[in-house]
């Protein structure tokens, strides 16, 4: 089968296979954030137009997807966009600020708000599907990796009202009122499958839910009252076949239950090793988990880095190299190009 395949038959790329847990010629790398402020040809597209306003115009995400690709050669590109989009879809009054994140006019607090959150459908994001379509024809035979926000993290931009440091808010609604935070997350849960499903069905190959602030809960707050929306956004994809890549933050202590909810590729961040993780997960892939910081390291520092990465993924069958967060913007782009060379360079299997 595999031996028939065209070089643009995206599922049976270096990506897709590892992801798998496929034999792959090379381990298979692509940023979190690749396309964004780290690039000057970014920067400059994006010249007077705001976070929100990208995000609805097709010919521009199309663009920003695929300049990293181009720049970096990494194996996948993933789908320019952001977590908030889908909430915004629905009429949620948030914008993204730029240097602090997203922000909500009228945060969820109560049970009254919650009933104000309507379902997402297909045609609140035509520019969505617009977009991926462009981006197939773009692409050839690189995968698109496509996402959302998992409910947790979603929420706590709602409840918080912007970003936050100890989610306080929210998890003062956990342990407070728990009707509330569960009415929430099943909206959360129905607009993110959504959101992903119609990512999919026009040509996302893979996808990766964000929980990006998990690792602020305790394994007991992550298993009794996110643990079970997760897992929902996770099999409510699963017929579609493609796979699905779970990250968080911190999420040493989660990782199993992070694995359990239906990962098919755990993300890992910097601060555990892909051994550990490893014995943590089972059996899936690890995507990870260099620190974002390398690129700031010296080339010999930074190379024995990527190679450190490289041999501790070894406990794992099915490894796909990322950072473990997003690329910081003052990263130096031409060090992100060493990272890919590198880990071709150092991965590849006669
Ligand atoms: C928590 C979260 C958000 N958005 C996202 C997450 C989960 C990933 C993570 O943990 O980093 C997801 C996201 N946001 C963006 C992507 C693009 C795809 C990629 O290249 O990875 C992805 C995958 C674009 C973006 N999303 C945002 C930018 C920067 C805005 C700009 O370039 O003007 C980009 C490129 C804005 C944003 N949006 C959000 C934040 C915290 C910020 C940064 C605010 C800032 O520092 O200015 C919320």
Wanted: proline content about 7%; some cysteine.
């Amino acid at each position: 089968m595999s031996r028939m395949a065209t070089v643009n038959d995206v599922t049976e790329s270096v990506f897709i296979r590892a992801c798998r847990r496929e034999s792959t010629p090379y381990t298979p790398v692509w940023f979190m954030r690749q396309a964004g402020r780290s690039l000057p040809e970014y920067r400059k597209v994006r010249e007077g137009v705001d976070m929100l306003t990208a995000c609805r115009t097709p010919e521009l995400v199309c663009e920003i997807t695929v300049q990293p690709v181009r720049r970096h050669a990494v194996d996948a590109a993933v789908f320019f966009s952001d977590i908030v989009v889908p909430l915004a879809a629905v009429g949620v009054d948030v914008d993204i600020v730029p240097g602090t994140g997203p922000v909500v006019g009228s945060p969820i607090r109560t049970m009254a708000d919650v009933d104000k959150l309507r379902d997402l459908t297909p045609d609140d994001v035509p520019y969505i599907t617009e977009a991926i379509g462009l981006l197939r024809a773009e692409l050839g035979g690189t995968p698109l990796i496509g996402f959302a926000g998992a409910p947790f993290t979603l929420a706590s931009y709602l409840v918080e009202g912007g970003p936050s440091r100890t989610h306080a808010k929210t998890k003062a609604m956990i342990y407070g009122a728990p009707d509330v935070w569960n009415a929430l997350c099943e909206r959360l849960t129905a607009i993110t499958t959504t959101f992903l499903r119609v990512q999919v069905d026009a040509g996302a190959a893979a996808v990766q839910l964000f929980d990006s602030w998990a690792g602020a809960l305790s394994l007991h707050d992550y298993l009794a009252s996110v643990e079970p929306h997760s897992a929902r956004v996770l099999t409510g994809v699963a017929d579609l076949g493609v796979p699905r890549i779970h990250f968080g933050v911190g999420t040493g202590h989660l990782l199993a239950a992070m694995a359990d909810a239906g990962a098919d590729v755990v993300g890992v961040d910097w601060k555990t090793s892909l051994t550990d993780a490893a014995a943590l997960v089972g059996h899936r892939a690890l995507q990870g988990n260099l620190d974002p910081c390398a690129v700031f390291a010296p080339p010999p520092v930074m190379s024995t880095m990527v190679r450190r990465v490289l041999d501790d993924a070894e406990a794992a069958q099915g490894h796909v190299f990322n950072l473990g967060h997003g690329v910081l913007p003052e990263s130096d782009p031409d060090a992100l190009t060493r990272i890919v060379d590198l880990v071709h360079e150092h991965s590849t299997r006669s």
